[in-house]
């Protein structure tokens, strides 16, 4: 485990150059005395790099035996989440808001989670709730409009 553990720090490692390199020569750190639109992403970068460095430095032993990275079907499984929340996406702007975020929670929980159907639909329901009223009425933040809501 790691080797996919150094894997994982090299390439956040990597990600967090480029973030680096990006607010440095394309945004702006400082602007008129003021930090700029580069300043956070700097910071960030830097946060990226030194809990990547952290990753690679303290995952430095050999692994004890070999372990595949994908265990037979272990696919399915992120494959599924992707699957569902490119459903979700492509569903937002003609179900609406509310409910592509009840049918995201409920198959989440019954397809990925497996829990009983009266759980994920009353979990799924109970969530788009809190979204409504707390995006629509406590926010008043317009959502896209859909078959219900």
């Known amino acids: 485990m790691n080797s996919w553990q150094r894997v994982a720090g090299v390439v956040l490692l990597i990600v967090a150059g480029v973030v680096i390199q990006q607010s440095l020569f394309v945004l702006r750190l400082f602007d008129q005395g003021q930090p700029g639109s580069g300043f956070m ?3 960030l ?11 690679i430095v303290t995952h430095r032993a050999r692994d004890a035996k070999r372990v595949p990275f994908w265990p037979s079907r ?15 996406i492509v569903a ?3 179900l609406g808001a509310v409910t592509s975020v ?15 159907v009266w759980v994920a ?3 799924g329901v109970s969530t788009g709730l809190v979204v ?4 629509e009425r406590l926010l008043m933040t317009p959502f896209p409009r859909g078959l219900l809501f």
């Open 102 to 116: 009840v049918i995201l929670v409920t198959a989440w929980l019954l397809v990925l989670e497996k829990k009983r």
């Open 132 to 135: 409504y009223l707390v995006f």
């Open 45 to 55: 970068g830097i946060l990226l790099a030194f809990l990547a460095c952290l990753i």
């Open 41 to 43: 992403p700097f910071g």
């Open 92 to 94: 937002f702007d003609d």
């Open 74 to 88: 272990a696919w399915l499984r992120p494959l599924l989440a992707v699957i569902i929340m490119g459903v979700y």
């Open 121 to 123: 639909v009353f979990t």
